[in-house]
Structures are given as C-alpha cells and as structure tokens.
C-alpha cells in the first residue's frame, strides 16, 4: 500500500507541472515550419535463448533438448519520400544444439551448431486521398539444409476518421531442403558432408484484419489466417521408434540408437492446412497502466487444436519509462501422428515422435523495461545524440525483456532480448 500511495503521488506531483510532451510537440511543429529532413531510423535486436528438456525428436522422443541460439539482427527504415519507405532486416541465427549432435554417433559433431543468415527487403507506399498503404517484400535465408526464399505483400485500408481499419496479406515460402538422415537410416557410403537427396516445401500464408477503436480508451482487432502447405513436411533427421517387442529400457541414449530397436526418418503428409483466429484488445486504463490481452484459436487437419490467452500490463513509471510484466498460456490436442518413443504401431503410414505435435499445456512468464526520452526534433544537446554538420544521430528508445518458458512435457527455456533504437537525421533548411 506504501509503494502504490508513493507511484500516486509522483504522478500527482507530475500532472500540476508542465506537459512535456505537449511542449516538445510545439517545439517540433515550429522548427518543421523551417526544415526538411531525412528520417533514417535503425533498431539494433539481440537476444539469447536457452532450452532443456526430455524429448529429443532426432532421439526418437527421449534424450536431450538442449539448445542455445543467439541472434543479432538490424532493422533499417528508410523514407524515399513523404509517402515512401524501403525497410532492410537482416540478421543471423547462431545455433549450438546437443539434441542434433545426435544425427550420427560422433559426439560434437559438425551437426551441433549452425548458423541461419537471412535477409528481408519492405517497399511501402501510402496513398493520402484513398487512404490506403500497401507493401511488397521479399527475402532469403541460408542454413545448412535449408535454402528459403519468400515473397509478400499486404494491403490496408482506413476509414477516413480514422477508426477503423482493415488489411489484407499474403505471403509465400519456397525451402529447399538438403536431406540429412540419421546416421544408421542413410544409403550405404554416405557421409555427413554430401546431403543424401533433395525435397522442396512450400507455404502459402493468407490474412486479415480487423481493427476498431470503441472509445477513446477501448480498441479491438479480430484477425484470421489461412495457411496451406505442401512438399516436404517432416524432418528427415528425426526418428521414429515402433513398438517392435524390443527392450531397451536402462540403455543410454547413443546404446539405444546402436541397438537393433526398429526405427524408421519421421513421416508426415505432404499437404496440410492451418487456420489460427485471433481477437486482441487494448484497454488504457488511466495514465498508469494499459491492459492488452490477446486470444487465438489454432486447429489444422493434423487434428491439432490449440487455444492461446496472453496478458500484457504496460506500467507507465515516468514520461520516459515504463516496465510490462506479460504473461501468456497455451495448451493444445496431439497429432493424430503423434506417439512417444516406442509406441508406434508398425503398420503405421504416418509417424512422428516429436513432442511439438504432441498434447501439452505451456506457460510463458516476464518483463519488459523500455526508456524512452521525449525531445524536440530540432533538439541537438540530448543524451547520446552526435551532430556533424547538417547530419546527426539520435537516440530513440531500448527495450530490454526477459521472459521464462515452461511445457508440461518437462521442456523449459530462457529467453532475454532487447531492441536499441535510434534516428539518423538529415535536415536542410527550406
């Protein structure tokens, strides 16, 4: 009770002084009177995950999960014009994982770590008087089985108040796998350098949303997805273990993979939809705190059904912080291809012992801290700002967050990631 009587007061003693916001924002419009500028802004992402767990699909549904993957990746928006903008995403993922180290025998192997490079180009273009924007992308990512290649465009419409608003998207995946069996599953004479065939998969992504503001403090969106795909559904180093009357209990995981235990490279269908439904909204509840929530319904012809719920609760500290503890809780039905280590049945089509595709409830707990100063566009002397003539650089906001992740099949993770914002202005005098 102290500390909420003490957060009230600040922000009492805060509301009888000046509104900086409102100052900055009259300080921007009289120095745009006199400047054109460029507005480059970068966003600088990191994170670091973590995860452990039981079910290895590459084991056949038991041994280690464990994996890190670090990811750097850098964000740049640039204006062609006052209704142009190009956006450039590219970024990596650096991979260690001890559960593909068991694609063969040899313990650290070249199959423990891999590296993803990816590269996502944006053009966007708002029309004013129709009030429409639309978008196309493309991309490319490389890792060592995979080379995907991606287009997209989107399409959003808004009512001329302003209140409402609707988009349209698309998206298509073209990967081409190199296929990587487990070690004692390849043709006679292959090794881990040279893939032992090729496959292709591709994913067609079609939505739309909606969005609405209610009131001055309630506004919702409704969306929904269709998801088709075909090719190449399975991954061909996960294995499968049948219920062949072989007992392997209290052998180790590498004893198990050299037993004569029947197994057979994961087998899935070449064709599958999904279609997730999602309604979000968003509630400003005073000056302190803004309630975001957010529901999906999943389902696909795997027979998989899945219902996600999410809670975000935005603090405002000051005008410039403010930290958002989240919350979010998934739970979902098995595959109807799904059986743990041992229990398929040999006459089976469909197989998978991958423990994504089985039952099981998850929770997903953490914070945000994100610092925001508000300063006049024309404001040089600001914290981490350097000018150079008619050019400087300016700093935006970070946001650093942290969340821990739990599964009911014994996986957990860790996951810290921040975002550095910042602007590079060019201004010339009109």
């Known amino acids: 009770m102290p500390g909420a009587l003490l957060i009230s007061s600040f922000f009492a003693q805060a509301q009888q002084d000046e509104d900086p916001l409102k100052d900055r924002i009259e300080a921007d419009h009289q120095w745009l009177k006199k400047t054109a500028l460029t507005n480059v802004e970068v966003n600088i992402l990191g994170s670091y995950y973590t995860q452990d767990g039981i079910h290895s699909a590459v084991t056949g549904g038991l041994g280690t999960e464990k994996l890190t993957d670090i990811t750097p990746a850098i964000i740049v928006n640039i204006p062609l014009d006052s209704t142009r903008q190009l956006s450039f995403n590219v970024g990596a993922d650096f991979i260690t994982s001890a559960s593909t180290d068991n694609i063969n025998f040899n313990v650290s192997s070249e199959s423990r770590s891999d590296t993803r490079?990816?590269?996502?180009?944006?053009?966007?273009?708002?029309?004013?008087?129709?009030?429409?924007?639309y978008s196309f992308s493309g991309g490319i990512s490389k890792e060592y089985d995979v080379?995907?290649?991606?287009?997209?465009?989107?399409?959003?419409k808004e009512t001329r108040n302003g209140n409402s608003e609707i988009s349209l998207n698309g998206q298509a995946f073209f990967d081409a796998w190199s296929l990587f069996y487990p070690i004692e599953l390849r043709p006679p004479?292959?090794?881990?350098?040279?893939?032992?065939?090729?496959?292709?998969?591709?994913?067609y992504n079609f939505g739309l949303v909606y969005s609405q503001v209610l009131t001055k403090k309630l506004q919702v969106s409704f969306s929904a997805e269709v998801v088709l795909q075909n090719g190449l559904l399975s991954t061909p180093f996960h294995r499968v273990f049948f219920d062949?009357?072989?007992?392997?209990?209290?052998?180790?995981?590498?004893e198990i993979l050299r037993s004569n235990k029947l197994r057979k490279v994961e087998n899935l269908p070449r064709s599958r939809t999904r279609i997730p439904l999602g309604f979000r909204m968003n509630y400003f509840i005073n000056d302190l705190f803004v309630f975001r929530g957010y529901y999906r319904f999943y389902t696909d012809d795997f027979n998989i059904a899945g219902h996600t719920f999410s809670i975000d609760?935005?603090?405002?500290?000051?005008?410039y912080l403010s930290v958002t503890p989240f919350y979010r809780y998934h739970t979902q039905t098995a595959s109807s291809y799904f059986k743990p280590f041992g229990e398929t049945d040999l006459n089976a089509e469909f197989f998978s012992s991958d423990y994504d595709q089985s039952a099981f409830n998850s929770n997903k707990y953490g914070i945000g801290i994100r610092y925001a100063p508000l300063y006049a566009i024309g404001e040089f002397k600001t914290p981490f700002t350097k000018k150079t003539k008619n050019k400087f650089t300016r700093f935006k906001a970070i946001e650093v967050r942290y969340a821990y992740f739990d599964r009911s099949d014994g996986l957990n993770a860790s996951i810290i990631s921040f975002d550095l914002s910042f602007n590079m202005i060019k201004v010339k005098k009109r």
């Not at 490079?117 to 008087?129: D, F, G, S």
Request: charge should be positive; glycine fraction near 8%.
């Open 147 to 156: 080379f995907a290649k991606s287009i997209g465009a989107s399409l959003t």
């Open 313 to 319: 609760l935005p603090v405002k500290i000051s005008p």
């Open 189 to 203: 004479g292959s090794d881990d350098e040279n893939p032992q065939g090729n496959d292709n998969r591709n994913s």
């Open 244 to 254: 062949d009357g072989v007992d392997v209990n209290g052998l180790s995981t590498i």
């Open 117 to 133: 490079k990816h590269i996502n180009i944006t053009y966007t273009k708002r029309l004013a008087r129709p009030r429409l924007t």
